[in-house]
């Protein structure tokens, strides 16, 4: 069985930074896309960053110049490092992405609360 584990959020200070990992395991024969969308307090989710398998990048308006997404293949694993975070950017994280075992699949991580406050 797939499963993507994310890890890294917590409480940061507006100007701080935080790296996100979500790592996939389970029976994986590739990894097509990978993306990580946000849910703030009281909205819908929403797409952050997404990553293609051959690394073409893509980011939502409010988030571009401060954060970056990034994979490493060989440990099917996405990234998100995140900087110059501001309170508009609290909300609880979740990774996705196009799994081949050897079916394709979108799968969800569990989410990981990310909060910028002083």
């Known amino acids: 069985q797939v499963q993507l584990v994310e890890s890294g959020g917590g409480l940061v200070q507006p100007g701080g930074s935080l790296r996100l990992s979500c790592a996939a395991s389970?029976?994986?024969?590739?990894?097509?896309?990978m993306a990580w969308y946000r849910q703030p307090p009281g909205k819908e989710r929403e797409l952050v960053a997404s990553?293609?398998?051959?690394?073409?990048?893509n980011y939502a308006d409010s988030v571009k110049g401060r954060f970056t997404i990034s994979r490493d293949n060989a440990k099917n694993t996405v990234y998100l490092q995140m900087n110059s975070l501001n309170p508009e950017d609290t909300a609880v994280y979740y990774c996705?992405?196009?799994?081949?075992?050897?079916?394709?699949?979108?799968?969800w991580g569990q989410g990981t609360q990310v909060t910028v406050s002083s």
């Open positions: 996705n992405a196009e799994i081949y075992t050897p079916f394709p699949r979108v799968y």
């Open positions: 990553i293609t398998g051959g690394g073409v990048t």
């Open positions: 389970g029976r994986i024969f590739s990894i097509k896309d």
